[in-house]
């Protein structure tokens, strides 16, 4: 697969698991915990493919098999970033969610 391929899988990959997260933060608003536990649990898988993407990259920098890096590759890794970020903010949000709701 070509490198353009691969950054598109990653950025495919983190929007994904960031578009899922943010729907099981609106399942939790509406008290749907289940639900919302799903979607994070399908979040995790997904951000988990798109780090293994970018874990594979590095490795295969560090083997001596350099990359450019231009300006796709930057929004690839903006992508990732922000999912994870938007990740662990949705799990606190709903934890704090849950808490409210059952007290």
Not at 63 to 81: I, R, S, W
């Amino acid at each position: 697969m070509d490198m353009e391929m691969i950054v598109m899988k990653l950025v495919v990959s983190a929007g994904n698991a960031r578009s899922t997260a943010i729907e099981a933060l609106r399942a939790a608003k509406n008290g749907e915990f289940d639900l919302a536990e799903e979607q994070m649990e399908d979040a995790d898988r997904t951000i988990l493919e798109a780090h293994e993407i970018q874990t594979e990259m590095i490795q295969n920098e560090l083997n001596g098999n350099k990359v450019e890096v231009g300006l796709l590759m930057v929004h690839a890794q903006d992508h990732l970033m922000n999912a994870m970020t938007v990740m662990d903010l949705c799990k606190e949000m709903i934890d704090i969610l849950r808490k409210n709701m059952v007290s």
